[in-house]
Each structure stands twice: as C-alpha cells, then as structure tokens.
C-alpha cells in the first residue's frame, strides 16, 4: 500500500475513533436522547471500520480478487450509506432537541462531518444519474468520455 494510502486510511481510522468515542460517551453517560438502534448501528460500524482500516493500513489486505471479498466490500459499501445518513439524524436529532448530554465538541464535529459526507454522496449519486440518463447525448458531445 502506497504511503499516501495509508494515510488516508489512518485519517478514516482517526475519524472513526471520534465518532465511536461519541457514540461511547453518550452511553456512558446514559444520553436517551437519541434512538437506540442508530447508536447500536453506527456503533458497530464505526468499530468495523476501524478494524478494517487497520488491516489495510499493517497490510493485511491488499487486493480484494476474491469474489467473496468482493460480495462483503459491496455489503460494507452499502452499509456506510447507511451509517452515515443514521450518523447524521442521529446528530441533527441531538442538535434540534438541544440535548444537553449530547453536546459537546465531538458531536459538532461528527454532525458536520456526516453533514459534508452526505452531500458528498449526494453529488456523486446525482453525476452517476445524470450520466447514465444522458450517456447517449454526453457521448455527441465527448463529455465525460
């Protein structure tokens, strides 16, 4: 794995570690103001990925040819949309409702950091659209060729 790899790998992990210590805390402070099963959700995805993201980063995994590999990478994918639209109503919840127990620096960040994803996501899955919409008019016009 290139160096530049890992660092954005390492980058994921450290994120992940804020968003678990969020989830973390909440609990341990006993926060009810959030909803149970996106807590329990984001939890255990966040702490998949960071177990992930140390794999790649040691070298554990360096190709996903196996057409398992391949299924569960899929699964993973699709399960991160997920977490992280949870990951933003769970914040945007605490946010509205002015939740005492929620706020601190670490859900700031993680309600702007689901927030920026989101869009992210929001974009890209609007440009596969428009390109699979329109591949025969883009293709006239050698754009995005």
Request: hydrophobic residues 50%; charged residues 20%.
């Amino acid at each position: 794995m290139s160096d530049l790899k890992k660092i954005v790998m390492l980058i994921v992990v450290l994120i992940n570690i804020i968003i678990f210590n969020f989830i973390y805390k909440l609990e341990k402070n006993k926060c009810d103001c959030g909803n149970k099963y996106k807590k329990d959700f984001i939890k255990y995805y966040t702490l998949l990925t960071i177990f992930i993201g140390i794999i790649f980063i040691s070298g554990g995994l360096k190709v996903l040819s196996h057409p398992m590999l391949k299924l569960l990478s899929t699964i993973y994918s699709v399960l991160g949309l997920v977490n992280i639209y949870l990951l933003f109503r769970l914040t945007q919840n605490l946010v509205i409702k002015k939740c005492t127990c929620s706020d601190t620096p670490d859900r700031t960040f993680v309600y702007y950091y689901s927030m920026v994803v989101m869009s992210v996501y929001v974009i890209l899955i609007t440009i596969l659209l428009f390109k699979s919409l329109f591949r025969k008019e883009m293709e006239q016009f050698k754009v995005f060729s």
